[in-house]
């Protein structure tokens, strides 16, 4: 079966990124890609009086996402694979309707372009990549604004918390049997006795998968600026990805909610793969 891949598209630059990564990733791994963008608002009845204008904002966008599909690639100077690519186009709140769509309709990954700079607005209600990592249960992979798509030969995987193989083990097994890149699985200590009871779950945890067809080496570094530290260890080791777990009590949720964290966060130009508490990978 295909991968599935849903682009939040909202025709700025970063997001064009986001499908340009997600082209190479559909060819990459034989899968197919929807194209989404959200018409902030919604129809509350089909007998409102707004409908006319409605219809008419429809027909704009779509006629847009078909221009930003096919020609605006080529006017920057892109040449995408030929791999399956549908347009959609729905009335909402974006970062919210892309989650219910990817959860719906039984998306492998979401793709969604991340900026640095961030207006005030957005800053106070929160971006539509923050609301996809805080609401998603659909891997996320963040994209920055001219991040190209490399094979991933090298993976950091930071965690915080054993319990985190519970889930995001077999999906982060399942995302890199596209590629066979080394990991690096990062832990971060909170606690100092916390280390060997961590190494030995995560060894028994892939044990478990049999034959995980990577290599990969278990290291700790300390809390602090967890993920500054976390940051600076994947720049460091020159790692091409990384992939953190989102959990509701988590130290990185907590971390989540402080716009300093998000800051780190948003200045990291690599793709980070946002794991989730309850994922929506499919069983191989």
């Known amino acids: 079966m295909a991968t599935k891949i849903l682009v939040p598209v909202d025709f700025t630059k970063t997001s064009f990124s986001a499908y340009h990564y997600a082209n190479q990733l559909a060819h990459h791994c034989k899968g197919e890609i929807t194209l989404l963008h959200i018409i902030h608002g919604s129809l509350a009845t089909s007998e409102t009086q707004f409908l006319d204008t409605l219809d008419i904002a429809m027909k704009a966008a779509t006629g847009r996402l078909k221009y930003f599909a096919q020609k605006y690639p080529v006017e920057l100077g892109y040449k995408l694979h030929k791999v399956k690519t549908n347009r959609e186009v729905r009335f909402g709140v974006p970062g919210y309707t892309v989650t219910d769509y990817a959860q719906d309709n039984h998306y492998d990954y979401i793709v969604a372009g991340t900026r640095d700079n961030h207006s005030i607005l957005d800053k106070a209600l929160g971006t539509t990549s923050h609301t996809l990592a805080k609401t998603s249960k659909v891997p996320v992979l963040f994209i920055h604004e001219n991040t190209h798509f490399v094979?991933?030969?090298?993976?950091?995987?930071?965690?915080?918390?054993?319990?985190?193989?519970?889930?995001?083990?077999?999906?982060?097994?399942?995302?890199?049997?596209?590629?066979?890149?080394?990991?690096?699985?990062?832990?971060?200590?909170?606690?100092?006795?916390?280390?060997?009871?961590?190494?030995?779950?995560?060894?028994?945890?892939?044990?478990?998968?049999?034959n995980p067809r990577f290599s990969f080496e278990v290291k700790s570094i300390n809390g602090g600026d967890t993920i500054q530290s976390v940051i600076d260890f994947t720049i460091f080791e020159k790692a091409d990805m990384l992939v953190l777990v989102h959990r509701k009590r988590s130290l990185f949720q907590k971390m989540l909610s402080r716009s300093v964290s998000i800051k780190a966060i948003d200045k990291i130009h690599l793709p980070i793969l946002w794991l989730t508490e309850q994922n929506g990978f499919k069983k191989a």
Do not use: C, W, Y
């Open 151 to 210: 094979k991933p030969g090298k993976i950091v995987f930071a965690f915080d918390n054993i319990e985190d193989f519970d889930e995001s083990i077999p999906a982060f097994m399942r995302f890199n049997h596209l590629f066979g890149a080394a990991v690096l699985f990062v832990h971060v200590k909170t606690d100092p006795n916390s280390k060997n009871k961590a190494v030995n779950t995560l060894i028994n945890e892939i044990l478990k998968l049999q």
